[in-house]
Structure formats: C-alpha cells, structure tokens
C-alpha cells in the first residue's frame, strides 16, 4: 500500500528565504506526481504535476522536482512571501486507470513579514 | 478560468438521514472524483467515475456510499445513511484526461449530529 509523507510537518520562515518542502513514498511505480496548496477551510489548489518520466516542472517561484527511483519529490519556493502561507500537500498516483490520489500529511508553511 | 463548484458549502445532518452533495465538474473533463478530508487527517480516495461507471473505489466507499452524474453536468455522492464518522470535508474533482492534473472544488463540509 502506497504511502506518502512529508517533512516537516510545519515551518516558519521569514519573508525572502527560499525554501525545500519534502516528499516522499513508498512504492515507486507511480504514473505522476502532483503539489497542492490548501488555505484554510478551502480546497485544494493544484500547483505542479509532475510525470513519472520528468525530473522537475516550474512555474513561477515553484519549482518541484522528482526522483522517482528514490522515492522523492521537492517543492522549492524561492523568494518566499506572506501570501505563501497555507499547507501544501503533495499526493501520488498509480499506474491503472482510476487514478486515484494518495495524499501526503502536507507542511503547513507560515511565511512571516 | 474554469471550475469545479461544489453544494453546499455545509450541510448539517442527523445521523441515519441521507445527504447528497452536489458537483459540477469544469466542463470539458471526463474523469470525476471524490474525496475527504476528516479534520485533522490526510485526504483520501474515495471513488473515481469516467464513462458513467466507477473506475476504482476506495474501502471507504462501502455500499452506504452511491455516486452518479444525473446530467451532462452534475456529479453527485449520496451517503445512504449517515454515521457520526461520515463528519468530514467532502471534495470533488475533475481532470480532463485519466492522468491529467486534477482540479478540485471548495468542498462540502459535511456535520453528522
């Protein structure tokens, strides 16, 4: 059974640092990979996909890269500001047709001013 | 931009009764999705459907749980007869292709009394 964690779980960073969320899992035979930004009380926005044949995908400040024979994927925020503050949630999917999401615990991010 | 809007937003319900949360998917997409989120936890799998049929299933989604797409636009998960621990923020989601990003809606928060 696939599962997915993410370190840390929570984090406080002044405003202008760049920083690396982690996320790892279990089984590696996964089709992509996909980062979500949840603010509270709200719905999942998706940020990046990534396919199991990539090594990264950047948008913007984002750029989330993945190392699929390790397990391992990286959302790296550069210039980080306070509108950044949310949890971000990374979740994987398997090689069949549902294509059904496993989700990580996510890291709640607070960017202070 | 296109979206994925769920009804309602909360839906307060005694336990035993039936509830059906609303979705509309964005438009163009095939695959449809459900999931949730019990405070607190990660968010799970619960069901996905393409082709008027369900692809794959979760051990959640046991026979207390039914969806359907009624028209060319909604999709719907009824909950036959609710328990306290239905308690939870219900999300849809749709993606154009099978291994497409998944867009998610607001969510319903859903309260078993």
């Known amino acids: 059974k696939q599962e997915v964690t993410q370190i840390p779980a929570a984090l406080s960073v002044p405003e202008g640092e760049n920083l690396v969320l982690n996320c790892s899992f279990t089984d590696s035979a996964i089709y992509n990979l996909q980062w979500f930004r949840q603010d509270p009380g709200k719905g999942l926005t998706s940020l990046l996909l990534?396919?199991?044949?990539?090594r990264e995908q950047t948008s913007g400040r984002l750029n989330a890269s993945l190392d699929k024979s390790s397990g391992r994927s990286t959302l790296y925020i550069a210039a980080s500001q306070p509108g950044d503050s949310a949890t971000y949630l990374c979740?994987?999917?398997?090689?069949?047709?549902?294509?059904?999401?496993?989700f990580g615990g996510g890291t709640r991010l607070m960017v202070k001013p | 931009e296109p979206e994925v809007t769920q009804t309602p937003s909360h839906q307060v319900t005694q336990m035993g009764q039936e509830v059906i949360l609303r979705c509309v998917p964005i438009s163009n997409h095939l695959y449809f999705y459900w999931y949730r989120q019990i405070l607190g936890q990660k968010v799970e799998f619960l069901v996905s459907f393409y082709n008027n049929e369900i692809s794959e299933k979760s051990e959640i989604f046991d026979d207390q749980f039914s969806v359907e797409r009624p028209d060319g636009s909604n999709f719907t998960l009824k909950i036959r007869s609710t328990k306290l621990e239905d308690s939870a923020m219900y999300f849809c989601?749709?993606?154009?292709?099978?291994?497409?990003?998944?867009?998610f809606g607001p969510g319903t928060r859903l309260t078993v009394l």
């Open positions: 979740a994987v999917s398997r090689n069949n047709a549902g294509n059904m999401l496993t």
């Open positions: 989601a749709s993606s154009e292709q099978g291994m497409n990003t998944q867009y």
């Open positions: 990534i396919q199991s044949s990539q």
